[in-house]
């Protein structure tokens, strides 16, 4: 299996621009999730998915944050307008449910965004 | 609620002795699980190893183990033979069978020094 897939890479972009990130889970996983790192704040759970279905977005810093998970194999985070505090790495992961709290995360990559 | 507290943001340790990486957790789930996981300078978050709340014994995964008292509510991690490699951030990370999100500690950085 590829792992956790997320694109891009890397994002820079101006101030007021939407920004979208993306994240393929492995498959066969039902449960994915969307942490912030910063230095400040450290990693900071956004939201998270369960067989595609938020389940707490309580994480979610403010309106300008949405994500979706529109199918097993895709979710979406986007920051519409997107402003320099939002500048961090953005990370997705994946688990199986199973007994759910014997179960690792599977990391992808990381988005690292600068908002400028 | 769950919480972790890491209470040593950075540690150093000679290269091939031995290091504890402290933990402490606060739950309400009856089940829950906890986890260690390696962030290296590159930014890849890798799992370490893992204990669960009703396991009897002390997790191990070759140079790591994971040195669980339930009843203090810690679970450090001991690396030894501590290698240049090992220099990184480290997460304490618990998930509880009530809630699917993991919670994570804050993070201990740990430099290896030869």
């Known amino acids: 299996d590829a792992g956790v897939i997320q694109s891009p890479r890397h994002e820079v972009t101006e101030m007021g621009q939407e920004v979208t990130l993306r994240c393929k889970p492995i498959s066969g996983h039902d449960y994915l999730f969307w942490y912030r790192q910063t230095m400040m704040r450290g990693l900071e759970l956004l939201i998270y998915f369960n067989n595609n279905v938020p389940i707490d977005d309580s994480g979610m810093p403010e309106d300008r944050f949405s994500a979706k998970m529109p199918n097993a194999s895709f979710s979406t985070l986007k920051i519409q307008p997107s402003e320099p505090r939002d500048s961090a790495v953005y990370f997705c992961a994946s688990s199986y449910t199973l007994q759910s709290y014997n179960e690792k995360l599977f990391f992808g990559s990381g988005t690292q965004l600068s908002v400028l | 609620a769950q919480k972790i507290t890491q209470t040593q943001p950075g540690m150093f340790v000679q290269e091939k002795e031995a290091v504890t990486l402290d933990c402490t957790y606060d739950?309400?789930?009856?089940?829950?699980?906890l986890f260690w996981y390696k962030q290296p300078s590159s930014g890849e978050m890798i799992f370490l190893i893992y204990?669960?709340?009703?396991?009897?014994q002390n997790a191990t995964e070759g140079r790591y183990s994971l040195n669980f008292q339930k009843a203090r509510k810690s679970a450090n991690l001991v690396i030894s033979a501590s290698q240049l490699g090992d220099s990184a951030m480290y997460f304490c990370a618990m998930r509880g069978i009530n809630a699917g999100k993991s919670t994570f500690g804050d993070g201990t950085t740990l430099t290896v020094k030869p």
């Open positions: 739950t309400s789930d009856p089940s829950y699980g």
């Open positions: 204990q669960g709340s009703y396991d009897q």
